[in-house]
């Protein structure tokens, strides 16, 4: 069998979900070897696999290195077409940038985005062979946990423009320490033909770079406003100031996503078109906001670093008046920085009326700010005593869900939306 022999076909490397037609890639993993299932993905229907040793199967392909294999790809997929390519990345906020982006674009000329979180040297090029289908524009959200994953994506599709969003504490444990986050993010810039970057971090500077923020750049966030119906942006440019409202209530972060929307497309020289923005949804666990009664209760559980704890933190302050509670579990990822950063987040946690603890995760037990209110790390105790404790008939103030995802804390948020019948 050849190469030219898998197009048109599905790509997966999951046997579990191989179906007839599909071509199953073996990729070995530290804990599974996916050439332990090629017999079971062939006996599912699979139209071939590609490993990278004989597994004594008519329909194989061999190649040296099936992660690569994947990118390559990928890579020859957009070759062909020759889209504009922009690649996004930073510590918070990739996600929920790449889908504004991408609406925003999508309003004017076909966009293609890779799919939810799909944003590693695996998935990004999963999302590609599998979804792309030669749209002038690809947005991406690059990915990085080790030191040089954004060069190897950037490699693979090449930026036209790389936006780096932020630079923070996350999976500061697998990288080593923070200059080198902010050393790999940066290749985001280093492999791009234009950049655009944060202007509000001073760390942030090079001649191709275009910047957005909120204390200057190219285009400023002059003014973020909520009249309890709807968010007004005001964004400042060379041209001049632009106006807009969005319905709901939009964070700072979201805010900030959509003036790189706005950047992104002046860059581009689309026209900025907001339409998709007036009934976009946050994305699940992304400051999800629901009534309870009287009560505010915000999902924000899709994931935790220190720095997206604090924003979550000063929006609340400023924005949802009246008492206000975190239930809160660990960061993971953080290795020997973990007590650092929890007792860091233990002293943030005091700017609010009370906080409780899913101590699910053992990083947890350093979460010990002084207005702790309860812990446990059983999810049913947990939701009593939010009912007994916090969710009485007369309260009228914030309950702010947030940890790494690995805490499922999501679970606590929808038990209680469901017995409350929301």
């Not at 030219?4 to 530290?30: W, Y």
């Not at 049913?380 to 939010?386: G, L, N, P, R, S």
Request: aromatic share 10%; glycine share 8%.
């Amino acid at each position: 069998m050849e190469l030219k022999d898998l197009v048109g076909h599905r790509f997966v490397t999951d046997s579990r979900e191989v179906k007839p037609g599909d071509v199953f890639v073996a990729i070995k993993g530290n804990r599974v070897d996916g050439h332990d299932f090629a017999h079971q993905a062939v006996q599912a229907g699979a139209f071939a696999v590609v490993v990278e040793k004989d597994v004594s199967l008519p329909n194989q392909v061999i190649v040296p290195n099936t992660v690569e294999f994947l990118g390559m790809y990928a890579s020859k997929i957009l070759e062909k077409f020759r889209p504009k390519v922009v690649g996004i990345t930073g510590s918070n906020g990739k996600t929920t940038t790449k889908e504004i982006v991408a609406n925003v674009l999508s309003a004017e000329i076909p966009t293609f985005k890779n799919e939810g979180n799909l944003n590693s040297e695996i998935g990004l090029p999963l999302s590609i062979i599998n979804s792309y289908r030669g749209e002038p524009v690809v947005v991406l959200e690059m990915a990085q946990r080790n030191v040089g994953d954004i060069e190897y994506l950037c490699k693979l599709f090449p930026p036209d423009i790389g936006v780096l969003l932020n630079v923070g504490s996350a999976h500061v444990g697998v990288a080593g320490n923070i200059e080198n986050i902010f050393k790999g993010k940066w290749q985001i810039v280093e492999n791009a033909k234009e950049a655009l970057v944060n202007f509000d971090d001073e760390r942030m500077r090079c001649e191709k770079c275009k910047y957005f923020g909120t204390k200057g750049g190219n285009y400023v966030l002059k003014e973020r406003r909520f009249d309890g119906k709807n968010t007004l942006l005001t964004f400042e440019t060379l041209e001049g100031e632009f106006y807009y409202v969005l319905p709901g209530f939009w964070p700072k972060a979201m805010a900030i996503s959509v003036l790189v929307a706005f950047a992104v497309a002046d860059m581009l020289d689309i026209l900025f078109n907001p339409v998709k923005l007036l009934t976009f949804k946050p994305l699940k666990g992304r400051f999800n906001i629901y009534r309870l009664g009287k009560a505010f209760v915000i999902d924000d559980t899709y994931n935790a670093s220190y720095e997206s704890f604090r924003h979550g933190i000063e929006e609340i302050k400023e924005h949802f008046p009246g008492p206000s509670y975190a239930v809160v579990g660990a960061m993971k990822e953080l290795e020997e920085y973990s007590t650092y950063y929890h007792q860091l987040l233990s002293k943030l946690l005091e700017e609010i009326d009370g906080v409780i603890v899913y101590d699910k995760e053992p990083e947890s037990k350093d979460i010990a700010p002084t207005n702790l209110l309860f812990r446990s790390e059983k999810e049913d105790e947990i939701v009593k005593f939010i009912k007994d404790k916090i969710l009485v008939s007369e309260f009228s103030g914030t309950l702010y869900f947030k940890a790494s995802r690995a805490v499922e804390l999501d679970k606590i948020v929808d038990k209680l939306l469901k017995d409350s019948n929301v």
